[in-house]
């Protein structure tokens, strides 16, 4: 006869968050030889849990090295206070960590700026302007001779606005008379609303077509063809 005895794993230790602008990215703690899978909890203040997930060692969503066992799941905050915890789960059974805590306190997006359009025979096609990593929805607003031309938001990672090296753009199809026109965009993150940008302006100043001219006729058996 033999008596095998597994041990329970140990309390996960060391609970960490990192932060990326005021938002936390990837969360990390002592890893255990003894630990098979690790529960992630985590409950915003009024103690709904934005996550609640089960991570397997040698699954791609976590991470373990060195000792330390990390997870990086795209989540969405809120402006308040966070605490979270950590289960270690193994043959022998199950620990949890200590209660570990954080904020989330973005500010508002700043005004955007350094505003610009590009234009084609005059005609603006694309709308650009500075990225701001506390934001995520920006919202274009063009008034011209007969009102509002275009308001409408745009948000980070869909295709209707591409934002890459600091510079978010977008290329409504627009239609545009002879006239001034004034825009401005206004950015919002979970901060909150930020102000408007300053307002630039164009014009658009399109000439009518030329009087048609060189008109001619031609003749077969007499009829025009």
Not at 21 to 35: C, F
Not at 134 to 157: C, D, E, M, R
Not at 161 to 170: A, G, I, K
Request: proline letters at 7%; charged letters at 10%; one cysteine or more.
């Amino acid at each position: 006869n033999f008596t095998v005895t597994i041990l329970l794993p140990d309390i996960p230790d060391n609970l960490d968050v990192t932060m990326t602008d005021g938002i936390p990215t990837t969360y990390s703690w002592d890893d255990d030889n003894k630990a098979t899978y690790f529960n992630v909890y985590i409950q915003s203040q009024n103690n709904t849990a934005i996550l609640n997930n089960w991570y397997e060692k040698g699954n791609s969503a976590m991470t373990c090295i060195a000792g330390t066992c990390s997870i990086s799941p795209t989540l969405t905050y809120t402006n308040t206070n966070y605490r979270w915890w950590v289960q270690a789960f193994g043959p022998g059974g199950g620990t949890w960590s200590a209660e570990s805590f954080f904020t989330v306190n973005i500010p508002v997006p700043n005004a955007p700026t350094n505003l610009q359009t590009t234009t084609v025979n005059g005609v603006p096609t694309t709308f650009s302007w500075d990225d701001d990593n506390t934001a995520t929805y920006f919202n274009l607003n063009i008034t011209g001779p007969s009102g509002v031309v275009h308001s409408g938001w745009y948000q980070k990672g869909i295709s209707a606005m591409t934002c890459l090296s600091n510079t978010c753009s977008v290329s409504p199809a627009l239609s545009f008379t002879n006239g001034e026109y004034g825009w401005y965009v206004q950015a919002y993150g979970i901060g909150g609303l930020g102000p408007k940008s300053g307002t630039e302006s164009f014009t658009i100043n399109e000439l009518a077509p030329d009087v048609p001219s060189g008109l001619d006729e031609t003749f077969t058996d007499g009829f025009p063809t």
